[in-house]
């Protein structure tokens, strides 16, 4: 069995979701392990069945466990709830409730980290990414998790020459995941706003994947890039396939992909197709997906342009 548990968080740690629940199924019907237990969690969660995910974890009674098992099965279960349940205020509290039981509460706050950035607090994310990196006892995931979080966050505020010391940091914790497209956007963001699309397409090319939520949110990322580029065919192309895919999910990359592809149609000079990708970005926008607000004001002025309304247009979604 424990070579079933280690295989199948190899297979979590490079992103092969269905590879990770077989075998920590498999290492299950041998008997219960609290290892094998969060691996398939985690591997249903990211593939974006986050109630599977929820039932798996309360298999597991928080009182008998020790510190390091209880940040082990919290974290999940917290990111589980903000993300793929919609339930950010809910994960955000329970999360605060368990850091008041431990006493080293460093991988908590990285994953609190997160959720600021996530919920629009870059600058709150900056500031619990820095107390995170300069404990000397965080552990990797805890590094990996705060740096991929401040990565992006520093970009998204303009402080382009913190992005790639951040993103090296994060890869090195060795804990990628789908942390890697959070460090992968920081790193495109900062190359696209300093005007070097090449780096940005160099960045993208490294997170090609065949199925699953991951290969939906590469596409996201490239079609950005497209986006910039002025490739709007290319751009609408990814986003018509990653959209619809990541709607079952509960990622924040979701609402995002609607949001570029309104833009895209509205550059298009596709009107109505604009709308309807902007009403479905809308509707699934809210308090987990809030670092992307600059990029729905952007939709919903590209789509008046595109429907020829000047009230509506980019001068009034700037004011707002």
Avoid at 176 to 194: D, E, H, K
């Amino acid at each position: 069995m424990p070579d079933l548990v280690d295989a199948a968080a190899a297979a979590l740690a490079r992103g092969d979701l269905a590879a990770a629940e077989e075998q920590a199924r498999s290492a299950l019907a041998d008997g219960t392990s609290l290892p094998a237990l969060l691996t398939l969690a985690q591997a249903l969660a990211w593939q974006g069945r986050g109630t599977e995910a929820d039932a798996v974890l309360a298999q597991v009674d928080p009182a008998g466990l020790a510190d390091d098992e209880l940040i082990a099965w919290a974290l999940p279960r917290a990111a589980n709830q903000f993300w793929m349940l919609d339930q950010p205020e809910r994960a955000t509290a329970f999360l605060r409730a368990i850091r008041g039981r431990l006493s080293s509460a460093v991988t908590i706050d990285a994953l609190l980290c997160t959720f600021a950035m996530n919920a629009g607090g870059p600058q709150r994310a900056l500031e619990i990414a820095e107390s995170v990196l300069s404990c000397d006892h965080a552990e990797d995931r805890a590094v990996g998790w705060a740096a991929a979080a401040a990565g992006l966050s520093a970009a998204r505020m303009g402080r382009f020459d913190q992005v790639d010391g951040l993103a090296a940091r994060a890869g090195a914790a060795g804990h990628p995941g789908v942390l890697r497209f959070t460090l992968a956007y920081g790193q495109i963001t900062a190359r696209l706003m300093t005007g070097d699309i090449g780096a940005a397409d160099a960045v993208a090319e490294g997170l090609v994947c065949d199925t699953g939520p991951s290969r939906a949110i590469a596409l996201v990322l490239r079609a950005d890039i497209a986006l910039a580029r002025g490739a709007l065919d290319e751009a609408v192309e990814a986003l018509r396939e990653a959209a619809p895919a990541l709607s079952t999910t509960g990622y924040s990359w979701g609402p995002l992909a609607w949001m570029l592809l309104a833009q895209a149609h509205a550059q298009q000079g596709r009107a109505v197709d604009a709308a309807k990708a902007l009403s479905r970005a809308e509707s699934r926008h809210g308090l987990k997906s809030m670092l992307f607000a600059p990029e729905l004001t952007l939709a919903r002025a590209w789509t008046a342009a595109a429907r020829r309304d000047p009230r509506r247009g980019a001068d009034r979604q700037c004011v707002r």
